[in-house]
């Protein structure tokens, strides 16, 4: 389940009401699957895949602005969405949920013009973030430039893209040896003259999901040994080193992973 989808449904349907968001709904205490209402030994606590049915199972909350009638329930993929929907509109995201939707469609419709076909979900997200990070390079928001080059990475690897997706997270780490750092903000512009990086603790803070990250695409995905992957470090970490003018070179940053057993 991912953005695009989210988008047709609020393209498509009405905001759910709290009634229409219970009907076909399990709770989750009664251990149930939403689909083919098959039994599970125990109630479920997160996403699972149903033995029988073979579809995934999300578990949610209602958003109700009760806070005392909070309840759990076990709901399909559609249903999920139509969740998160609702979210969005009782915490005050949905303008922003909405804003996406109008990036989203301009983007279609300049792929489809620029390609003269249809471009699939994946290719106009992909081009969303290249947007972004162009948006945050001119801003000097290197700290939300680290994260889009991150979500870049996880796009990849859904794609089952594998070596671009350990070259992106390589990226990552490179810019967190770094300290990439997000420029202030006075009277509407962002401080272009303010330190993009600074390469010392606590900015400077290797992330342990992206280490671990990095260890599975090299050993079950990619498939390389660790002098292999210093070696894609260094061609990685060169090439935004160039880019950017990291404070941090390539080798030193590879010296100081080394260090810390990172490699």
Not at 144 to 160: C, F, G, P, S
Request: hydrophobic share 35%; with cysteine.
């Amino acid at each position: 389940m991912g953005f695009v989808r989210i988008i047709k449904n609020l393209l498509s349907l009405n905001i759910p009401t709290e009634h229409s968001l219970k009907e076909g709904m399990v709770p989750l205490e009664d251990a149930k699957c939403p689909y083919c209402n098959s039994n599970f030994e125990k109630p479920l606590s997160r996403k699972k895949t149903c033995p029988v049915c073979q579809h995934d199972i999300f578990v949610r909350t209602l958003p109700f602005k009760n806070d005392k009638e909070r309840i759990r329930v076990a709901v399909t993929e559609q249903q999920a969405e139509n969740i998160d929907i609702a979210w969005a509109k009782v915490n005050g995201t949905y303008d922003d949920m909405q804003k996406g939707i109008q990036k989203y469609e301009s983007k279609k419709k300049s792929l489809n013009k620029l390609w003269g076909i249809e471009p699939s979900g994946s290719d106009i997200e992909w081009h969303l973030l290249l947007d972004e990070l162009i948006e945050h390079a001119k801003n000097n928001q290197w700290g939300l430039y680290r994260n889009t080059i991150l979500r870049m990475a996880e796009h990849l690897y859904k794609l089952k893209e594998f070596d671009q997706s350990l070259r992106k997270y390589l990226n990552v780490l490179y810019l967190d040896v770094n300290g990439p750092s997000n420029a202030t903000w006075f009277n509407g512009k962002p401080n272009l003259n303010e330190r993009a990086f600074n390469p010392l603790e606590p900015i400077a803070f290797i992330a342990p999901g992206i280490i671990k990250r990095i260890v599975l695409l090299k050993d079950k995905r990619v498939c390389i040994d660790n002098e292999e992957l210093k070696i894609l470090f260094l061609e990685e970490s060169s090439q935004v080193y160039a880019a950017l003018k990291t404070p941090i070179t390539p080798e030193k940053a590879l010296q100081t992973l080394v260090e810390k057993d990172v490699f």
